[in-house]
Nanobody, 124 residues
Framework: VQLQASGGGLVQAGGSMGLSCAAS????????MGWFRQAPGKDREFVAG???????YYADSVKGRFAIGRVNTKSTVVLQMSSLKPEDTAVYYC???????????????????WGKGTLVTVSS
């Protein structure tokens, strides 16, 4: 699976931004999808995940502010971010896994395929 994330950029604190990840190469609907992020000087962390059937799971730090969704007919997963904070500044990565749960995704970060990241910068 090839993954291409887009939509990053600069936004002011309190603002909103949407990220998109286009997948190709395999049957998209077979895969659970996740968004992860890595802030400068920090380890990569789980942000949000969605199963092939649409069940979602979020990191506590983004719950209520971020929403993940997928459109299987377009092989796309999106992350809508609102009420952004400076601590949300990071490189955001989308990833795919064939056999996982969103909880395992959050705990282990073990995914089969990773896209190149897109930088989100939230200014204060």
């Amino acid at each position: 699976v090839q993954l291409q994330a887009s939509g990053g950029g600069l936004v002011q604190a309190g603002g909103s931004m949407g990220l998109s990840c286009a997948a190709s190469g395999r049957t998209f609907s077979d895969y659970a999808m996740g968004w992860f992020r890595q802030a400068p000087g920090k380890d990569r962390e789980f942000v949000a995940g969605i199963t092939s059937t649409g069940s979602t799971y979020y990191a506590d730090s983004v719950k209520g502010r971020f929403a993940i969704g997928r459109v299987n007919t377009k092989s796309t997963v999106v992350l809508q971010m609102s009420s952004l904070k400076p601590e949300d500044t990071a490189v955001y990565y989308c990833a795919a896994a064939r056999y996982t749960t969103v909880q395992a995704m959050a705990l282990t970060g073990a995914m089969d395929y990773w896209g190149k990241g897109t930088l989100v910068t939230v200014s204060s």
